[in-house]
């Protein structure tokens, strides 16, 4: 998260509401991506045309999958579809009802992520949630959601104010930060943009992604000529 989040330390439970199925994502089935990767053919010719990256590959641990590691039958290092996987991790029967039980769990704010409707956010803002973030998940579960920065303004009209707005997905550069504030987002969050960084160099990588974004963000808010995140109003962006 970047912006006002990032100034005020907000931590919080993130809970995803509409992942309790899987996306049938095309190319993962075609290619058979697998968690650890299956090596195959094209994964030699790729790493040939890699060398650097497949010494650092070779010259380190294996890839396991740490978050199953010793905690469930699925030990990390056998090769399971993704989608198996992910299919034994979602609790289909997540309902607005389980917010009860996960707010009596924790003292930490929680965040509902995979707001997609003006109607669900003013449910979350009645069901008493500390944050809501916009997102279709990046797009990987349907295609053809609306963009959470085209919702933006209809939620922030709804209801701006009363509960903090987070928009996700799509950001890629500093300029994009700055068009979610001005549209009335708290904060953005960026899922392929870090994981990218942090695929090509690790956690430098991650650090560049996070450098670029910031100074993305001061170049373009210095063009526009604001000088805080508050001065930012709609009337900078147009769609
Ligand atoms: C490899 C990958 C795994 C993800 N896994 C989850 C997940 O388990 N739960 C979730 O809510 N979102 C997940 N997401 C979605 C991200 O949290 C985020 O919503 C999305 O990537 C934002 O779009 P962006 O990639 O354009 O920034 C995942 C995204 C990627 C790329």
Redesign the pocket.
Do not use: I
């Given at each position: 998260m970047l912006s006002r989040a990032q100034r005020s330390g907000y931590e919080a439970i993130i809970i995803?509401v509409d992942?309790a199925v899987l996306g049938r994502r095309e190319r993962d089935v075609r290619r058979g991506f697998t968690l650890p990767p299956k090596i195959g053919l094209d994964t030699f010719i790729d790493g040939a045309l890699h060398p650097r990256w497949s010494i650092d590959l070779l010259r380190n641990k294996p890839i396991t999958f740490a978050n199953v590691a010793g905690v469930t039958d699925i030990d990390g290092t056998t090769a399971i579809a993704l989608s198996d996987y992910v299919n034994t991790q979602f609790d289909q029967a997540l309902s607005w009802e389980s917010l009860e039980w996960i707010r009596s769990a924790t003292d930490m704010k929680v965040v509902l992520?995979?707001i997609q409707r003006v109607d669900d956010a003013q449910r979350a803002v009645s069901e008493g949630i500390d944050a809501i973030a916009l997102?279709n998940?990046?797009g990987?579960q349907i295609d053809g959601t609306i963009a959470p920065v085209q919702l933006l303004p209809d939620v922030v009209d709804a209801v701006g104010g009363g509960i903090a707005i987070i928009c996700?997905?799509?950001?890629r550069r500093g300029s994009d930060v700055v068009k979610a504030c001005a549209l009335g987002a708290d904060a953005v969050?960026?899922?392929?943009?870090y994981?990218y960084g942090l695929g090509a160099g690790g956690e430098r990588g991650v650090e560049w992604v996070l450098d670029h974004l910031v100074s993305g963000m001061k170049r373009t808010m210095a063009l526009c000529g604001r000088s805080t995140v508050d001065a930012l109003t709609p009337d900078l962006v147009t769609f």
């Open positions: 995803t992942t992520k995979g997102s998940h990046g990987r996700d997905g799509g950001v969050m960026v899922g392929r943009p994981l």
